[in-house]
């Protein structure tokens, strides 16, 4: 913290008092007194205060005036620089918590976990990072909802994508109804920079509107999606392929392709992380930033002292006065 002065200029004023002394015509003597007592001196000469006790009302209005003259030069506390984001993107996770992201088929640390776990992992970290972004967090299996609106705490953000179950919004996918509740909530924020990144480990078997429908609805509001293929390709055993995989890749293709961004698949963690280091340079956070110093205006404590000398000085001189007389 430093100590500045905001109109130093102000300082120039401190001699103001010695100069009026100096250059103004001093006030004419009065006229004969209706009584002369050439004794007087004599009479009132025990009580004359000393020559320091007479000037010092003087030496307070001095003291007073440079304080006013500080006050007017206005001291302040200037604080360190905090640095402010010039502009950042509104930045929306939508994830899927349907049933099927319960299958048991990504590693982490060396420990088999489901794929929502997997993905909490890694998009916590990603939401980490997006300093200067607002982000939001929307939810959906059978149907969607807002769990986070934008902002700017990701800690809570990050909080409540933890707190999420599979299971939550119903067993089957409304990935439609997740990017329209999206764009709902990205076409009307105050930013040309609106991002939807839809994680979804299926396809679309629920909800009132088709993927690429709401897909032309975002590209009209100006909202970005990027798309990503969650889990891992089916298992095999004797050359046969056990069970099979419900991923639609072609409509999440086709819903990035039609808004500008990109498909990524997630077969495990590791590309899962690759993705989303790949996201951070797709849609970096705000790099250019402004700062500003707090400011703590003191210019109210000389002014106090000021005017509480002042009064003092005026009351001792008006006391000398009548001692005098």
Known sequence: MDLELAHTWALALLPLPWLVRRLLPRTPAGGMGALRVPFYAALVEGERPGLALARWPALLGLLAWALLVLAAARPQWIGEPVALPLAGRDLMLAVDISGSMREEDMVIGGRIVDRLTAVKAVAGDFMER??????????????????????????????????????????????????????????????????????????????????????????GADVRIHTIGVGGDPRSAYGLTLGRNPLDEGTLKAIAETTGGRYFRARDVDELQAIYAMLDELEPVASDQATFRPVDELYAWPLAVALVLSAVAAAGRAGLTERWV
Not at 169 to 182: P, V, Y
């Open 130 to 219: 997006r300093e200067g972004d607002r982000v939001g967090l929307i939810l959906f299996g059978q149907q969607a909802y807002v769990q986070t609106p934008l902002t700017f705490d990701r800690d809570t953000a990050r909080t409540l994508l933890f707190e999420a179950a599979v299971g939550l919004a119903g067993r089957e996918t409304a990935i439609g109804d997740a990017i329209g509740l999206a764009v709902k909530r990205l076409r009307d924020a105050d930013t040309d920079e609106r991002v939807l990144i839809l994680l979804t480990d299926g396809a679309n078997t629920a909800g009132t509107i088709r993927p690429l429908k709401a897909a032309e609805l975002a590209a």
